[in-house]
């Protein structure tokens, strides 16, 4: 089983939806929480990066993290064409094989039709 | 300005030949890392240095050997090509092991025929 666990998709949708992408992960060390998006051919940038439990909001993006059922969430509302791409998950913690790496799901391919 | 640049963007080698990947950060960070990124789009750890200093090394093939002249700079040389080697290589750097501050360069394309 792998550390970090994330459905590649592909998943469509039309412009305007709600698009919910999610993660799911074994390791309870797992204490720090990104979502990266990546455009094709480039390399990863960071979306949004939350620490520990909780809700985060930036712009159209909202990253939930619910480290009791260790599952996390990235949700983009009033999505775009721009918003293509493919999303991973990633995550890290502060002690032992968790420190100062990071761990990626597969990534999700998303496509926003217009 | 380029925050983290690899060069050569896309390599084509043969089987057997041995090749070399440059990385330099200009974000002032001192831990650099390399990743490798698979046809499925998995993306996996294989070095990190950190002040020059090697502090994560995945088990990777002893073909593989990462070299850092300073904390600007990391290279990948890679001994040997094979066939699975082929993938997508990127060179991330951070502040310290703050995985938060970790940025990703625009990968380099290796193709082993």
């Not at chain 2, 073909?63 to 094979?82: G, M, Q, V, Y």
Request: hydrophobic share 30%.
């Amino acid at each position: 089983q792998k550390e970090v666990e994330q459905d590649p998709g592909p998943l469509s949708v039309p412009e305007g939806a709600i698009v919910s992408l999610n993660c799911t992960y074994s390791n309870s060390a797992f204490q720090y929480f990104m979502w990266y998006r990546q455009y094709s051919r480039k390399g990863p940038e960071l979306l949004m990066y939350t620490y520990s439990s909780g809700n985060k909001e930036d712009g159209r993006f909202t990253a939930q993290v619910d480290k009791s059922s260790k599952y996390i969430s990235l949700f983009i509302r009033d999505s775009q064409p721009s918003d293509s791409a493919t999303y991973l998950c990633a995550m890290s913690g502060n002690r032992g094989s968790t420190l100062g790496r990071l761990y990626f799901g597969r990534g999700t391919q998303l496509t926003v039709w217009p | 300005d380029t925050a983290v640049s690899q060069t050569p963007k896309y390599l084509v080698t043969q089987m057997g030949n041995d090749k070399s990947i440059k990385c330099e950060q200009n974000l002032g960070h001192d831990t650099m890392y390399w990743y490798k990124q698979d046809s499925k789009k998995f993306l996996k750890i294989m070095f990190s240095y950190n002040n020059k200093e090697l502090i994560i090394n995945e088990t990777v093939p002893n073909r593989f050997s990462p070299k850092s002249p300073d904390k600007a700079h990391l290279n990948l040389h890679i001994n040997s090509l094979e066939l699975g080697d082929s993938a997508v290589y990127f060179c991330a750097s951070s502040q310290d092991t703050r995985v938060e501050t970790q940025y990703f360069g625009p990968g380099t394309r290796l193709l082993v025929l």
